[in-house]
């Protein structure tokens, strides 16, 4: 559906938000997202994309309510320890396609559908699920907060903001593909 050009990957490269070494530190950060008077909605999800974000929350006893998995790191398998905590997640489990350097029509349905879910959701994903970062700041209410990793710094917080959202929208338009039915499947 959506393809990364060469042309934008350099915009990738700086993080969105702050980045955290400490899972305490982004977790408060997190919190203070949620509760923000401009920014706070009762339905403010967490969203983790990438496996050792999602790890990490898990080890410091917070569930994503959505969380986006492809079993790597840095492109690498990830180890068996962390890969084993990660195997019987919580909640519901949808399976996607999405080759690197795309954004699938599967990926960007399942992100929609997550963040609309009761219950946390975990979205595992066969190819890549590195760019879910920008569908998941749209699809998800104001207030929530996106969480990436960033190759060695650590993991980012994305706070869901209009500007945020401006900046995501932004960035998608400018892949090649058909963005005006993906701003539609993710309501962004």
Same mark, same amino acid.
């Given at each position: 559906?959506? $393809?990364?050009?060469? !042309?934008? $990957?350099?915009?990738?490269?700086? +993080? ?20 923000? +008077?401009?920014?706070?909605? !009762?339905? *403010? ?10 790890? #990490? ?10 969380? =986006? ?15 084993? *905590? ?7 489990? #949808?399976?996607? /396609?999405? +080759?690197?350097?795309?954004? /699938? ?38 207030? /929530?907060? =996106?969480?990436?990793?960033? +190759? ?5 917080? =994305? ?30």
């Amino acid at each position: 559906m959506l $393809r990364l050009p060469d !042309s934008l $990957r350099d915009a990738f490269k700086e +993080p969105f938000g702050p980045v955290y070494t400490e899972t305490e530190a982004l977790l408060t950060a997190v919190d203070e997202t949620a509760a923000e +008077p401009e920014t706070a909605t !009762s339905d *403010a999800a967490l969203v983790a994309v990438g496996d050792m974000v999602t790890y #990490h929350l898990l080890e410091a006893g917070r569930q994503p309510d959505v969380a =986006v998995i492809d079993g790597k790191t840095e492109r690498e398998a990830v180890d068996e320890a962390i890969a084993d *905590a990660l195997a019987d997640p919580d909640g519901l489990t #949808h399976r996607v /396609s999405n +080759p690197p350097a795309e954004l /699938s029509e599967a990926m960007l349905v399942a992100l929609r559908e997550a963040i609309a879910a009761a219950e946390p959701v975990t979205i595992i994903v066969d190819g890549e699920e590195d760019l879910a970062t920008l569908p998941a700041i749209l699809a998800a209410p104001r207030g /929530s907060s =996106v969480i990436y990793g960033q +190759p060695g710094a650590g993991m980012v917080q =994305v706070a869901v903001t209009e500007a945020q959202t401006a900046e995501a929208r932004r960035l998608l338009a400018e892949f090649d593909g058909d963005t005006a039915a993906a701003l539609d499947i993710i309501g962004g």
